[in-house]
Protein backbone atom coordinates (compact mmCIF):
# COMPACT_ATOMS: atom_id res chain seq x y z
CA UNK A 1 0.00 0.00 0.00
CA UNK A 2 2.81 2.58 0.41
CA UNK A 3 4.91 1.85 -2.35
CA UNK A 4 1.43 2.05 -4.27
CA UNK A 5 0.34 5.69 -2.59
CA UNK A 6 4.36 6.45 -3.05
CA UNK A 7 3.85 5.87 -6.90
CA UNK A 8 0.68 8.20 -7.18
CA UNK A 9 1.91 10.70 -5.35
CA UNK A 10 5.26 11.05 -7.71
CA UNK A 11 2.67 10.83 -10.45
CA UNK A 12 0.99 13.23 -9.54
CA UNK A 13 3.99 15.43 -8.40
CA UNK A 14 5.16 15.32 -12.24
CA UNK A 15 1.61 15.88 -13.64
CA UNK A 16 1.58 18.87 -11.49
CA UNK A 17 4.95 19.97 -12.57
CA UNK A 18 4.67 19.30 -16.51
CA UNK A 19 1.22 21.57 -15.97
CA UNK A 20 2.66 24.09 -14.27
CA UNK A 21 4.94 24.76 -17.34
CA UNK A 22 2.05 26.47 -18.96
CA UNK A 23 -0.01 27.77 -15.65
CA UNK A 24 1.51 29.07 -11.92
CA UNK A 25 1.44 26.96 -9.39
CA UNK A 26 -1.12 27.74 -6.82
CA UNK A 27 -0.12 25.10 -4.59
CA UNK A 28 0.60 27.55 -1.57
CA UNK A 29 -2.33 29.56 -1.99
CA UNK A 30 -4.80 26.58 -2.67
CA UNK A 31 -2.68 25.02 0.69
CA UNK A 32 -4.12 28.25 2.99
CA UNK A 33 -7.36 28.62 1.18
CA UNK A 34 -8.06 24.66 2.53
CA UNK A 35 -6.62 25.18 5.60
CA UNK A 36 -9.13 28.23 6.43
CA UNK A 37 -12.22 26.59 5.26
CA UNK A 38 -11.46 23.27 7.20
CA UNK A 39 -10.34 25.67 10.28
CA UNK A 40 -13.19 28.52 9.91
CA UNK A 41 -15.73 27.80 7.22
CA UNK A 42 -19.04 29.57 8.23
CA UNK A 43 -21.02 27.73 5.64
CA UNK A 44 -22.63 25.21 7.62
CA UNK A 45 -23.17 27.85 10.81
CA UNK A 46 -25.09 30.35 8.49
CA UNK A 47 -27.74 28.20 6.89
CA UNK A 48 -28.04 26.48 10.02
CA UNK A 49 -29.07 29.84 11.13
CA UNK A 50 -30.73 31.10 8.20
CA UNK A 51 -32.95 28.26 7.77
CA UNK A 52 -33.91 28.41 11.50
CA UNK A 53 -34.39 32.12 11.78
CA UNK A 54 -36.00 32.88 8.10
CA UNK A 55 -37.69 29.74 6.65
CA UNK A 56 -38.42 29.56 3.39
CA UNK A 57 -36.71 31.89 0.70
CA UNK A 58 -39.52 32.51 -1.76
CA UNK A 59 -39.10 35.67 -3.78
CA UNK A 60 -41.41 38.26 -3.44
CA UNK A 61 -42.18 37.54 0.34
CA UNK A 62 -41.26 39.39 3.24
CA UNK A 63 -38.91 35.66 4.00
CA UNK A 64 -37.19 36.62 0.51
CA UNK A 65 -36.84 39.90 1.76
CA UNK A 66 -34.94 38.95 4.60
CA UNK A 67 -33.00 36.61 2.97
CA UNK A 68 -31.23 39.14 1.08
CA UNK A 69 -30.48 41.36 3.92
CA UNK A 70 -29.31 38.35 5.80
CA UNK A 71 -27.02 37.67 2.69
CA UNK A 72 -26.16 41.56 2.53
CA UNK A 73 -25.18 42.08 6.04
CA UNK A 74 -23.23 38.79 5.66
CA UNK A 75 -21.16 40.08 3.36
CA UNK A 76 -20.74 42.47 4.83
CA UNK A 77 -19.48 41.57 8.00
CA UNK A 78 -16.84 39.24 6.49
CA UNK A 79 -15.14 42.93 5.11
CA UNK A 80 -16.64 43.41 1.77
CA UNK A 81 -17.03 47.16 1.07
CA UNK A 82 -18.51 47.01 -1.63
CA UNK A 83 -21.73 45.23 -1.56
CA UNK A 84 -24.53 46.26 -3.49
CA UNK A 85 -28.23 45.22 -4.44
CA UNK A 86 -28.85 44.49 -7.78
CA UNK A 87 -33.12 45.43 -8.01
CA UNK A 88 -35.24 43.75 -10.47
CA UNK A 89 -39.21 43.11 -10.52
CA UNK A 90 -40.74 40.18 -11.35
CA UNK A 91 -44.09 38.82 -11.57
CA UNK A 92 -44.42 37.53 -7.86
CA UNK A 93 -46.33 34.47 -7.62
CA UNK A 94 -47.62 32.49 -4.44
CA UNK A 95 -50.25 29.35 -4.03
CA UNK A 96 -53.70 29.94 -2.10
CA UNK A 97 -56.08 26.76 -1.90
CA UNK A 98 -56.30 23.78 -3.39
CA UNK A 99 -58.74 21.15 -4.34
CA UNK A 100 -58.07 17.88 -6.81
CA UNK A 101 -60.22 15.16 -7.03
CA UNK A 102 -60.96 12.55 -9.27
CA UNK A 103 -63.43 9.41 -9.81
CA UNK A 104 -65.75 7.78 -12.53
CA UNK A 105 -69.20 8.78 -12.88
CA UNK A 106 -70.39 5.29 -11.49
CA UNK A 107 -67.77 5.92 -7.70
CA UNK A 108 -68.16 9.56 -7.76
CA UNK A 109 -65.29 12.09 -6.87
CA UNK A 110 -62.67 11.05 -4.31
CA UNK A 111 -60.16 13.93 -3.17
CA UNK A 112 -56.31 13.29 -4.48
CA UNK A 113 -53.83 15.35 -2.15
CA UNK A 114 -51.93 17.38 -4.42
CA UNK A 115 -49.56 20.59 -4.54
CA UNK A 116 -50.32 24.00 -6.85
CA UNK A 117 -47.68 24.34 -9.66
CA UNK A 118 -46.13 28.04 -10.15
CA UNK A 119 -47.55 29.84 -12.05
CA UNK A 120 -50.75 28.56 -12.30
CA UNK A 121 -53.56 30.74 -13.40
CA UNK A 122 -54.36 33.20 -9.77
CA UNK A 123 -58.48 31.09 -10.49
CA UNK A 124 -59.28 28.54 -11.70
CA UNK A 125 -62.44 25.60 -11.65
CA UNK A 126 -62.11 22.96 -14.37
CA UNK A 127 -64.17 19.90 -14.49
CA UNK A 128 -63.09 17.43 -17.42
CA UNK A 129 -62.03 14.12 -18.50
CA UNK A 130 -58.71 12.47 -17.82
CA UNK A 131 -56.41 11.52 -19.88
CA UNK A 132 -53.02 9.69 -19.91
CA UNK A 133 -50.54 11.06 -21.86
CA UNK A 134 -47.40 9.54 -20.40
CA UNK A 135 -44.05 11.25 -20.42
CA UNK A 136 -45.55 14.25 -21.66
CA UNK A 137 -43.39 14.70 -24.24
CA UNK A 138 -44.22 15.78 -28.05
CA UNK A 139 -44.45 12.43 -29.53
CA UNK A 140 -47.28 11.41 -27.05
CA UNK A 141 -49.51 13.82 -28.42
CA UNK A 142 -48.65 13.83 -31.93
CA UNK A 143 -49.66 10.21 -31.57
CA UNK A 144 -52.54 10.42 -30.61
CA UNK A 145 -53.67 13.85 -32.33
CA UNK A 146 -56.62 15.44 -30.35
CA UNK A 147 -56.82 13.38 -27.69
CA UNK A 148 -56.02 15.74 -25.31
CA UNK A 149 -58.12 18.68 -26.39
CA UNK A 150 -60.44 20.14 -23.66
CA UNK A 151 -59.12 17.29 -21.32
CA UNK A 152 -56.92 17.06 -18.09
CA UNK A 153 -53.51 15.70 -19.18
CA UNK A 154 -51.94 12.86 -16.65
CA UNK A 155 -48.35 13.15 -17.40
CA UNK A 156 -45.18 11.87 -15.58
CA UNK A 157 -42.43 13.76 -14.49
CA UNK A 158 -39.31 12.58 -15.54
CA UNK A 159 -39.44 9.41 -17.93
CA UNK A 160 -41.37 6.21 -17.36
CA UNK A 161 -39.89 3.09 -16.48
CA UNK A 162 -39.74 1.04 -19.27
CA UNK A 163 -40.17 4.30 -21.90
CA UNK A 164 -38.43 4.15 -24.87
CA UNK A 165 -34.80 4.86 -25.82
CA UNK A 166 -34.04 8.17 -26.59
CA UNK A 167 -37.37 9.80 -24.76
CA UNK A 168 -36.13 13.60 -24.15
CA UNK A 169 -35.95 14.19 -19.95
CA UNK A 170 -38.27 17.78 -20.37
CA UNK A 171 -38.91 20.03 -17.82
CA UNK A 172 -42.00 19.95 -15.80
CA UNK A 173 -42.62 23.74 -17.69
CA UNK A 174 -41.83 22.26 -21.18
CA UNK A 175 -44.30 19.40 -20.55
CA UNK A 176 -46.79 22.15 -19.21
CA UNK A 177 -46.25 24.04 -22.71
CA UNK A 178 -47.13 21.32 -24.62
CA UNK A 179 -49.85 20.35 -23.20
CA UNK A 180 -51.19 23.30 -23.15
CA UNK A 181 -50.38 24.03 -27.02
CA UNK A 182 -52.14 20.81 -27.63
CA UNK A 183 -54.99 22.26 -25.90
CA UNK A 184 -55.56 20.63 -22.71
CA UNK A 185 -57.66 22.28 -20.07
CA UNK A 186 -55.19 21.09 -16.89
CA UNK A 187 -52.11 19.17 -16.06
CA UNK A 188 -52.01 16.37 -13.22
CA UNK A 189 -47.94 15.77 -12.75
CA UNK A 190 -47.00 12.48 -11.07
CA UNK A 191 -44.05 12.97 -8.83
CA UNK A 192 -41.25 10.45 -9.58
CA UNK A 193 -40.43 10.07 -5.84
CA UNK A 194 -42.11 7.35 -4.08
CA UNK A 195 -44.02 7.74 -0.43
CA UNK A 196 -46.61 10.44 -0.98
CA UNK A 197 -43.86 13.12 -1.39
CA UNK A 198 -45.55 16.33 -3.40
CA UNK A 199 -43.10 18.26 -5.81
CA UNK A 200 -43.51 22.00 -6.46
CA UNK A 201 -41.66 24.68 -8.54
CA UNK A 202 -42.59 26.44 -11.55
CA UNK A 203 -44.89 24.89 -14.67
CA UNK A 204 -44.09 28.03 -16.36
CA UNK A 205 -41.22 28.16 -18.99
CA UNK A 206 -41.45 32.38 -19.09
CA UNK A 207 -42.22 32.94 -15.64
CA UNK A 208 -45.35 34.10 -15.96
CA UNK A 209 -48.47 32.99 -15.55
CA UNK A 210 -49.55 29.78 -17.19
CA UNK A 211 -53.24 29.62 -19.05
CA UNK A 212 -54.04 26.29 -17.48
CA UNK A 213 -53.99 24.56 -14.00
CA UNK A 214 -51.06 22.60 -13.50
CA UNK A 215 -50.70 20.58 -10.31
CA UNK A 216 -48.53 17.69 -8.62
CA UNK A 217 -49.61 14.50 -7.12
CA UNK A 218 -48.11 11.53 -5.56
CA UNK A 219 -46.30 8.58 -7.27
CA UNK A 220 -48.60 5.97 -5.55
CA UNK A 221 -51.91 7.80 -6.60
CA UNK A 222 -50.98 9.03 -9.97
CA UNK A 223 -49.60 5.20 -10.79
CA UNK A 224 -53.01 4.08 -9.65
CA UNK A 225 -54.59 6.24 -11.80
CA UNK A 226 -52.88 5.48 -14.34
CA UNK A 227 -53.86 1.86 -14.03
CA UNK A 228 -57.79 2.85 -13.48
CA UNK A 229 -57.40 4.59 -16.69
CA UNK A 230 -56.89 1.49 -19.02
CA UNK A 231 -60.36 -0.12 -17.65
CA UNK A 232 -62.48 3.39 -17.22
CA UNK A 233 -63.30 6.69 -18.09
CA UNK A 234 -62.16 9.25 -15.47
CA UNK A 235 -62.95 12.55 -14.36
CA UNK A 236 -61.08 15.31 -12.74
CA UNK A 237 -62.28 18.31 -10.83
CA UNK A 238 -59.39 21.17 -10.61
CA UNK A 239 -60.24 24.18 -8.00
CA UNK A 240 -57.41 26.41 -7.10
CA UNK A 241 -56.62 29.91 -6.04
CA UNK A 242 -52.97 31.69 -5.94
CA UNK A 243 -51.28 35.35 -5.92
CA UNK A 244 -49.80 37.06 -8.77
CA UNK A 245 -48.64 40.74 -8.66
CA UNK A 246 -45.54 42.90 -9.75
CA UNK A 247 -42.95 43.11 -6.83
CA UNK A 248 -39.37 44.09 -6.42
CA UNK A 249 -36.82 41.60 -5.50
CA UNK A 250 -33.07 41.76 -5.24
CA UNK A 251 -29.97 40.26 -6.37
CA UNK A 252 -26.96 40.74 -3.41
CA UNK A 253 -23.47 41.03 -5.43
CA UNK A 254 -19.89 41.91 -3.63
CA UNK A 255 -16.91 42.38 -5.70
CA UNK A 256 -12.68 41.79 -5.66
CA UNK A 257 -11.36 44.24 -8.43
CA UNK A 258 -8.74 42.45 -10.35
CA UNK A 259 -4.76 42.69 -9.82
CA UNK A 260 -3.73 43.09 -13.34
CA UNK A 261 -7.05 42.48 -15.41
CA UNK A 262 -9.53 44.34 -13.93
CA UNK A 263 -11.70 44.12 -17.16
CA UNK A 264 -12.28 40.79 -17.30
CA UNK A 265 -14.54 39.22 -14.68
CA UNK A 266 -15.47 35.68 -13.28
CA UNK A 267 -19.18 35.33 -12.03
CA UNK A 268 -19.82 32.96 -8.95
CA UNK A 269 -23.30 32.39 -8.04
CA UNK A 270 -26.04 30.62 -6.59
CA UNK A 271 -29.79 31.03 -6.17
CA UNK A 272 -30.94 32.18 -2.80
CA UNK A 273 -34.16 31.95 -3.46
CA UNK A 274 -36.09 28.87 -2.69
CA UNK A 275 -39.69 27.48 -2.75
CA UNK A 276 -42.11 27.89 0.83
CA UNK A 277 -43.04 23.96 1.21
CA UNK A 278 -39.99 24.03 3.03
CA UNK A 279 -36.65 25.55 3.82
CA UNK A 280 -34.62 24.94 0.94
CA UNK A 281 -31.78 23.75 2.97
CA UNK A 282 -30.18 21.83 -0.24
CA UNK A 283 -32.47 23.76 -3.25
CA UNK A 284 -30.44 26.20 -2.67
CA UNK A 285 -28.84 26.53 0.23
CA UNK A 286 -26.18 24.48 0.40
CA UNK A 287 -25.40 25.92 -2.81
CA UNK A 288 -25.51 29.91 -1.82
CA UNK A 289 -23.97 29.04 1.27
CA UNK A 290 -21.22 28.02 -0.42
CA UNK A 291 -20.84 30.78 -2.62
CA UNK A 292 -21.12 33.15 0.56
CA UNK A 293 -18.32 30.78 1.73
CA UNK A 294 -16.28 31.36 -0.97
CA UNK A 295 -16.20 34.67 -0.60
CA UNK A 296 -15.53 34.86 3.20
CA UNK A 297 -12.37 32.66 2.52
CA UNK A 298 -11.21 34.71 -0.13
CA UNK A 299 -11.78 38.11 2.11
CA UNK A 300 -9.90 36.07 5.24
CA UNK A 301 -7.16 35.57 2.94
CA UNK A 302 -6.99 39.08 1.33
CA UNK A 303 -6.96 37.26 -2.00
CA UNK A 304 -6.86 39.29 -4.81
CA UNK A 305 -6.40 37.46 -8.14
CA UNK A 306 -5.65 39.29 -11.59
CA UNK A 307 -9.32 38.99 -12.93
CA UNK A 308 -12.32 40.70 -11.12
CA UNK A 309 -14.10 38.78 -9.09
CA UNK A 310 -18.10 38.85 -8.48
CA UNK A 311 -20.10 36.82 -5.94
CA UNK A 312 -24.02 36.91 -7.36
CA UNK A 313 -26.70 35.76 -5.04
CA UNK A 314 -29.32 35.43 -7.59
CA UNK A 315 -33.33 35.43 -6.75
CA UNK A 316 -36.22 34.17 -8.39
CA UNK A 317 -34.67 31.28 -10.21
CA UNK A 318 -37.38 29.23 -9.03
CA UNK A 319 -39.70 31.48 -10.82
CA UNK A 320 -37.60 31.47 -14.06
CA UNK A 321 -34.25 31.81 -13.66
CA UNK A 322 -35.63 35.70 -13.11
CA UNK A 323 -32.27 37.26 -11.22
CA UNK A 324 -29.72 35.94 -13.11
CA UNK A 325 -31.88 37.37 -16.19
CA UNK A 326 -31.80 40.66 -14.57
CA UNK A 327 -27.98 40.70 -14.40
CA UNK A 328 -27.35 39.63 -17.75
CA UNK A 329 -30.13 42.43 -19.00
CA UNK A 330 -27.97 44.78 -17.13
CA UNK A 331 -25.10 43.57 -18.69
CA UNK A 332 -25.91 43.86 -22.19
CA UNK A 333 -27.66 47.18 -21.20
CA UNK A 334 -23.86 49.21 -19.67
CA UNK A 335 -22.07 47.32 -22.68
CA UNK A 336 -19.90 44.83 -19.79
CA UNK A 337 -21.32 41.53 -21.12
CA UNK A 338 -17.62 41.18 -23.05
CA UNK A 339 -16.22 41.24 -19.69
CA UNK A 340 -17.60 37.85 -18.30
CA UNK A 341 -15.02 35.55 -18.96
CA UNK A 342 -16.62 33.03 -16.80
CA UNK A 343 -19.58 32.06 -14.61
CA UNK A 344 -19.88 29.40 -12.13
CA UNK A 345 -23.14 28.40 -10.67
CA UNK A 346 -23.69 26.26 -7.90
CA UNK A 347 -27.02 24.73 -7.44
CA UNK A 348 -27.34 21.88 -5.26
CA UNK A 349 -23.86 21.09 -5.75
CA UNK A 350 -22.53 19.07 -2.56
CA UNK A 351 -19.25 17.10 -2.09
CA UNK A 352 -17.50 17.68 -5.73
CA UNK A 353 -15.21 15.23 -7.05
CA UNK A 354 -13.96 17.28 -10.06
CA UNK A 355 -15.02 20.26 -12.19
CA UNK A 356 -17.86 20.50 -14.88
CA UNK A 357 -17.55 23.50 -18.17
CA UNK A 358 -19.56 24.05 -20.98
CA UNK A 359 -16.16 25.01 -22.72
CA UNK A 360 -13.78 21.88 -23.58
CA UNK A 361 -10.97 23.73 -24.35
CA UNK A 362 -10.67 24.18 -20.56
CA UNK A 363 -9.85 20.91 -19.78
CA UNK A 364 -5.63 21.67 -19.22
CA UNK A 365 -6.40 24.40 -17.38
CA UNK A 366 -9.17 23.11 -14.78
CA UNK A 367 -7.03 19.58 -14.34
CA UNK A 368 -3.85 21.52 -13.36
CA UNK A 369 -6.21 23.08 -10.62
CA UNK A 370 -7.96 19.66 -9.72
CA UNK A 371 -4.61 18.29 -9.43
CA UNK A 372 -3.38 20.70 -6.62
CA UNK A 373 -6.65 20.00 -5.22
CA UNK A 374 -5.93 16.16 -5.34
CA UNK A 375 -2.71 16.11 -3.25
CA UNK A 376 -4.65 18.02 -0.98
CA UNK A 377 -7.19 15.77 -0.73
CA UNK A 378 -7.38 12.52 -2.59
CA UNK A 379 -11.30 12.20 -2.18
CA UNK A 380 -11.28 14.95 -4.29
CA UNK A 381 -10.58 12.87 -7.56
CA UNK A 382 -10.30 15.34 -10.12
CA UNK A 383 -12.51 14.35 -12.72
CA UNK A 384 -13.88 16.36 -15.59
CA UNK A 385 -16.98 17.06 -17.55
CA UNK A 386 -17.38 18.99 -20.49
CA UNK A 387 -21.20 19.26 -21.14
CA UNK A 388 -24.09 21.66 -21.48
CA UNK A 389 -27.87 22.12 -20.09
CA UNK A 390 -30.64 24.39 -19.03
CA UNK A 391 -32.86 25.27 -15.96
CA UNK A 392 -30.70 26.89 -13.66
CA UNK A 393 -28.81 30.76 -13.28
CA UNK A 394 -25.98 29.69 -15.71
CA UNK A 395 -28.32 30.06 -18.57
CA UNK A 396 -29.14 33.34 -18.96
CA UNK A 397 -25.12 33.41 -19.27
CA UNK A 398 -24.70 30.86 -21.76
CA UNK A 399 -27.06 31.96 -24.12
CA UNK A 400 -25.20 34.75 -24.55
CA UNK A 401 -22.17 33.34 -25.11
CA UNK A 402 -20.20 32.84 -21.89
CA UNK A 403 -18.48 29.99 -20.90
CA UNK A 404 -20.07 28.23 -17.90
CA UNK A 405 -18.47 25.82 -15.19
CA UNK A 406 -19.02 24.51 -11.53
CA UNK A 407 -18.06 21.42 -9.38
CA UNK A 408 -19.59 17.72 -10.14
CA UNK A 409 -19.73 14.15 -9.05
CA UNK A 410 -20.79 14.43 -5.39
CA UNK A 411 -24.02 13.29 -4.54
CA UNK A 412 -27.01 14.66 -2.40
CA UNK A 413 -26.52 13.66 1.64
CA UNK A 414 -29.14 11.63 3.47
CA UNK A 415 -31.45 10.60 0.47
CA UNK A 416 -31.85 14.53 -0.01
CA UNK A 417 -33.10 14.30 -3.76
CA UNK A 418 -36.28 12.68 -2.70
CA UNK A 419 -36.93 16.29 -1.32
CA UNK A 420 -36.03 18.45 -4.34
CA UNK A 421 -38.84 21.15 -3.90
CA UNK A 422 -40.99 19.35 -1.57
CA UNK A 423 -41.63 19.88 2.28
CA UNK A 424 -38.97 17.94 3.65
CA UNK A 425 -36.14 19.86 1.97
CA UNK A 426 -34.76 21.06 6.12
CA UNK A 427 -31.80 21.24 7.56
CA UNK A 428 -31.32 18.27 9.02
CA UNK A 429 -30.45 16.79 5.19
CA UNK A 430 -27.35 19.20 5.36
CA UNK A 431 -24.14 17.07 5.57
CA UNK A 432 -21.07 19.50 7.33
CA UNK A 433 -18.08 18.08 5.26
CA UNK A 434 -19.71 17.86 1.87
CA UNK A 435 -20.50 21.57 2.41
CA UNK A 436 -16.70 22.18 3.75
CA UNK A 437 -15.62 20.41 0.17
CA UNK A 438 -17.88 22.15 -1.59
CA UNK A 439 -16.53 25.92 -0.78
CA UNK A 440 -13.16 24.27 -0.61
CA UNK A 441 -12.46 22.94 -3.83
CA UNK A 442 -14.76 25.58 -5.39
CA UNK A 443 -12.76 28.30 -4.44
CA UNK A 444 -9.68 26.73 -5.76
CA UNK A 445 -11.91 26.22 -9.14
CA UNK A 446 -12.79 30.42 -8.87
CA UNK A 447 -8.73 31.59 -7.88
CA UNK A 448 -7.49 29.58 -10.56
CA UNK A 449 -9.81 30.25 -13.58
CA UNK A 450 -9.93 34.30 -12.27
CA UNK A 451 -5.51 34.16 -11.96
CA UNK A 452 -4.37 32.14 -15.22
CA UNK A 453 -2.07 34.28 -17.17
CA UNK A 454 -4.91 32.88 -20.13
CA UNK A 455 -8.05 31.38 -20.65
CA UNK A 456 -8.51 30.10 -23.61
CA UNK A 457 -12.69 29.82 -23.40
CA UNK A 458 -14.04 31.61 -25.69
CA UNK A 459 -16.79 34.49 -24.76
CA UNK A 460 -18.80 32.63 -28.24
CA UNK A 461 -20.19 35.18 -30.93
CA UNK A 462 -23.83 35.14 -31.67
CA UNK A 463 -23.21 32.77 -34.49
CA UNK A 464 -20.97 30.47 -32.53
CA UNK A 465 -23.47 30.60 -29.75
CA UNK A 466 -25.93 29.17 -31.96
CA UNK A 467 -23.58 26.11 -33.43
CA UNK A 468 -23.06 25.67 -29.63
CA UNK A 469 -26.65 25.28 -28.75
CA UNK A 470 -27.34 23.30 -31.79
CA UNK A 471 -24.14 20.91 -30.79
CA UNK A 472 -25.57 20.15 -27.29
CA UNK A 473 -29.10 19.68 -28.94
CA UNK A 474 -30.96 22.49 -26.99
CA UNK A 475 -32.82 24.11 -29.28
CA UNK A 476 -35.90 22.21 -28.73
CA UNK A 477 -36.29 22.70 -25.23
CA UNK A 478 -35.34 26.38 -25.94
CA UNK A 479 -37.64 26.46 -28.89
CA UNK A 480 -40.45 25.59 -26.18
CA UNK A 481 -39.27 28.18 -23.56
CA UNK A 482 -39.35 30.72 -26.29
CA UNK A 483 -35.95 31.73 -25.57
CA UNK A 484 -34.46 30.39 -29.12
CA UNK A 485 -33.21 33.81 -30.76
CA UNK A 486 -31.85 32.26 -34.34
CA UNK A 487 -34.45 31.65 -36.66
CA UNK A 488 -38.07 30.38 -36.06
Known sequence: MRKQTLAVAGILAFACTAATAQQPDWTPVFTQMNTEVLTHSKAYSTLQEATSTIGHRLTGSAN???????????????????????????????????????????????????????????????????????????????????????????????VLPGSKEGTPHLHRSEKTAIATKHGAAGVIFINAVPNGVLLTGTASVTGKLIPIPAVCIGQEDGMALKQQLTTQQLTSHIQLTNFSGKIKARNVIATIPGKSLPNEKIVIGGHLDSWDLATGAID?????????????????????PARTVEFVLFMGEEEGLLGSKAYVNAAIKDKSIHQLRYMLNYDMTNDPKGYSTTDSASKELFQHIGAIAHTLDTSFTNSFRNEAGLHSDHQPFMLQGVPTAGGFGGKLPNNAGACYHADCDNFSLVD???????????????????????????????????EFLLKNNLKQPLQIAGEWRWEK
Do not use: C
Open 64 to 158: GKKAEEYAFNLLTRYGFTNVRYQPFEVESWSRGTIAVTTGSNAAGQKPVKAVSLAHSPVKADVTAPLVDMGNGVEEDYTTAAGKVKGKIALVYLG
Open 284 to 304: NGIGSFSVLDIARTFQALHLQ
Open 432 to 466: EKGLQNTVRFSAMLLYGIADAPVLVAKHFTDAETR
